[in-house]
């Protein structure tokens, strides 16, 4: 690269803010997004987080460092990826901040992290498991993993030679009181030991000097300059100790050439963001990403931006679709969404609600008027006829006041079931239309904590009007302390200036801490759901140990955050009441300073107190703020979520044309279609044909990619290239949604709901469907009926508990069954759990149920595919084999031949031994089988 390409990708102008922005993942795998969104938001681009968390977790691998630096670039930053000495990092010479570093954590894998600002002694790390960090150097650098990358010596020299090395050596060597000559010397030699003995030596004397064995200056020179001496020598590695050496003899190259294994720590550096000029053009397809085993990129250890040469040449990074949406999209504002959404019943409500505000706060006035009266009644009122008339008026105007906080409190809480309602709508009416890729991307627990999260937006409103109540508290009384005594005005307004702008200046930093304790809540929501589906397994394998490790962690983050949380609003709270009754107390001194009527000074004494009483509740209030803030921006996300694309015009997947004469299946088309995963190709370069109306067998060993060949069916997964055509049209959008509707799908995976027999066999049939009773007995579940106390009304369970995992699924069999019109018919292991013989017999039926349909059966058992008309191999995420199972058995070293040989070995020659003792499971008795017959 030349200097002029380097120079073309100067950063722009724009300035990342003082503190990281705060972002905290939801799971184990959401640190990738996390950091860039950090890192974004920090340099003023606006980034949706769960556009960028759908990227990561299904088009790319977001663990990935090498990813992280090509979606930086491609979302409008300047990054590069270097790997420099730990001690360097904070070194200002060496420019290496922000950046994203890989660190290693105290248990689990390694883990990314954005290293923001250095302040002084301290570092300032955005950590997403955990929310903002302050490090000292000495943690940081214990922290930081150093990745090992071999080199050429001709790439090590030209790396050592850079100013990125250069630079922060010259000036730890200046602390050391060495100079320059030192690595002059170095840079001059033409052995690359010279450099590395340097280094090594540098930080050997380094720990001396900070341990006090030797003092900076001649003597930590003369020292330094043995050790290079010596280590730069042949042999020379033995002078300094290993662990001081940064680069040491590697093994020879593939060449045999020599090779320097180089240690340092692995940094995605951001310069800024990229100049209008070089933005990304939207285009698709992104780099391919590496794992954090090999994370960095040889030929960007320190040479200029790629950014440059690539925006020069090419007009900038090509930007995914993905990437594109989740810059694209809106900010998400909670305050004007739910406003929308209260308009849609008229704003005569809230109007009415807004003047009956406005009264009660007058009334404050009123109130300390009506006090002073009272006070003065025995001066003014003389007659016992007089003083009963007020008495009533007070009665009556306590009366209204009455009616009128009732009303609003009813009204407040009317408008919130409303919203609730408005919000409970829209959530039925978005979730058939998002698209799986966002279920994918986020937690099954998560979600269910924001729907179970609701009921929380009823207390908005009241929020809403608890918050305006205290703002026009606070202007009232403030107004009448000015009207009472205009003089105060220099103190009353900035003291009720002062009651709303501390809280407001605070909030920033309570929302981050409120967001990190519903984020380490969410974690904690989602430990519990796991515990508790996998409590059986805990508690067989002697788990509860490992688990309560993993628990106490959690809960450990969880109430650091809630103390942090807690420490912030109450230091608000104190300096809120201190300064609000200082200066009320000033006020009133004041007052009386300037010689001011006592008649008036009993209104101002109260007034003056009232002030600082109201500003604490208003600021008391604005704390609620980011709870409900963080609340309604969790419930609203799913709203924005991209829906699946709109059908294309044509005919439908899921019906033929009117008039035409299709025949009742589906044709299927794979067109080089390539399927990935987090960055990971799960299949690759499928290219094949489906007839409408053939029955076809997939067989393959254990994660070759079986399932994930059908589930593109289902919408799983989409092709990143290729395409995948249903009755000669492309499978997405509405289409899929149709094609959907024709689908008949068995897989152990389908959810048994705790609801009746009848209800989990009719879930999802048609209104119409009278065969009832024959796929009861085609699926084989009269005697699971029998078994049942009280029949068909019996509930199942919690996930199909009470039926055994064989009955389950003859219930799943039996559900799809009722589909009898279905175009398209998917069994994944439909029968797991079930006897060979019984297997058999179901298989048969459902063929024969469906024998119009295409029909897709995943399967293990290789031998029950040789009825099949045609069968297809899966292996390495290829399809590798596809024939007539006839031929393909025939065929001397085909796949199919090896799996049916490898099943026929198992079932005669192991489970065939006499060492066996067979016991057959029967209407809940074990008894002893005699014959291979009776094996089940």
Known sequence: MNAAA?????????????????????SAMDCGPATLKCLLEGFGVSVSYGRLREACQTDVDGTSIDTLEDLAEQLGLLAQQIL??????????????????????????????????????????????????????????????????????????????SEGVTRPLG??????????????????????????????GARLVASLVRSGGVGRGREAARVLRALV???????????????????????????????????????????????????????????????????????????????GDAASEQGGPRLSPELAAALAEPKVRPARELFRMLREDGLLTPAVLAGALALSAATVVLEALLFRGLMQIGHGLALFEQRLAALAALFVFLLLQLVVELSLASGMIRLGRHLEVRLRIAFLAKIPRIGDRYFHSRPASDMAQRSHSLHVLRALPTFGGQLVRAGLDLAVTTAAIVWIDPASARLAVPCAALALALPLAANRALVERDLRVRTH???????????????????????????????????????????????????????????????????????????????????????????????????????????????????????????????????????????????????????????????????????LEIAAGSHVAIVGS?????????????????????????????????????????????????????????DNLRYGAPDDAADFGVVVAAAELREVLERLPEGQKTALGEGGG??????????????????????????????????????????????????????????HDIGETRAFERVLVVDGGRVVEDGDPAELAARSGSRYR???????????????????RRLVVARGRVVEAQTEGERG
């Open 702 to 758: 254990s994660g070759a990619g079986k399932s994930s060949l059908v589930g593109v069916l289902l919408g799983w997964h989409r092709p990143s290239d290729g395409r995948v055509l249903v009755d000669g049209r492309p499978l997405s959008g509405e289409r899929l949604r149709e094609l959907r509707e024709a689908t008949a799908w068995v897989d152990p995976a389908i959810q048994l709901w705790n609801r009746s027999f009848l």
């Open 6 to 26: 380097s120079a073309g990708a100067r950063p722009s102008s724009a300035r990342r803010s003082f503190f990281a922005p705060e972002v905290v993942q939801t």
């Open 898 to 916: 090896a799996l049916l040989d490898a099943e026929e070995v198992v079932q005669r020659g192991l489970w065939a031994s006499g060492s066996w």
């Open 802 to 859: 009470l039926v055994s995992g064989g009955e389950g699924q003859r219930v799943r069999l039996g559900r799809a069954m009722l589909r009898r019109d279905a175009r398209l018919v998917i069994l994944d292991e439909p029968f797991r759990g079930l006897d060979r013989e019984r297997r058999r017999a179901l298989l048969a039926r459902a063929r024969a149920r469906w024998r119009g349909a295409t029909l897709l059966c995943v399967t």
């Open 521 to 687: 809540a969410g974690a904690l929501t989602r430990f519990y759901l796991d515990a508790l589906l996998g409590l059986v397994p805990i508690r067989a394998h002697a788990a509860e140990r490992a688990v309560r490790r993993e628990h106490e962690d959690l809960l450990a983050r969880w109430a650091l955050a809630g103390r942090s949380l807690l420490r912030a609003a109450l230091a608000v709270d104190a300096i809120q009441a201190l300064l609000g009754f200082g200066l009320a107390a000033w006020i009133l001194g004041d007052f009386l300073a300037r010689g001011g009527a006592l008649s008036r000074a009993l209104l101002l004494f109260y007034w003056s107190l009232a002030l600082p009483a109201i500003g604490q509740a208003l600021a008391s209030t604005l704390l609620q703020y980011p709870a409900h803030r963080n609340t309604a921006l969790r419930l609203l996300e799913p709203l924005g979520a991209l829906e699946e694309e709109p059908s294309a015009v044509g005919p439908s997947a899921a019906a033929p044309s009117p008039g035409s004469a299709a025949p009742a299946g589906v044709a299927i088309a794979f067109e080089r279609a390539r399927i990935q995963a987090a960055g990971h190709v799960i299949l690759q370069d499928v290219s």
């Open 84 to 161: 420099i000495p730990p001690e360097h990092v904070l070194l200002d010479e060496a420019q290496a901040l922000p950046a994203i570093a890989i660190v290693r954590q105290a248990a689990g894998p390694l883990h990314v992290v954005v290293l923001w600002r250095r302040h002084g002694g301290l570092v300032q790390v955005m950590d997403p498991s955990a929310g903002r960090r302050w490090l000292t150097r000495r943690q940081l650098e214990s922290e930081l993993y150093l990745h090992p990358l071999p080199l050429s010596v001709a790439d090590f020299r030209a790396w050592a030679a």
């Open 171 to 200: 000036r730890r060597l200046a602390w050391l009181g060495a100079g320059a000559q030192p690595l002059d010397a170095a840079l001059a030699s033409p052995d690359w030991r010279a450099i590395a003995a340097l280094d090594a």
């Open 229 to 307: 001496e010596r280590g730069a020598g042949a042999g020379g590695e033995e002078a300094i100790p290993p662990a001081f050496w940064a680069a040491r003899p590697g093994p020879p190259g593939e060449r045999g050439e020599e090779q320097i294994v180089v240690r340092g720590a692995v940094l995605v550096r951001v310069r800024g963001r990229r100049p209008p000029s070089l933005a990304p053009a939207a285009a698709a397809g992104a780099a391919a990403p590496r794992s954090l085993d090999a994370p960095h990129r040889p030929q960007s250890l320190d040479a200029p931006y790629r950014s």
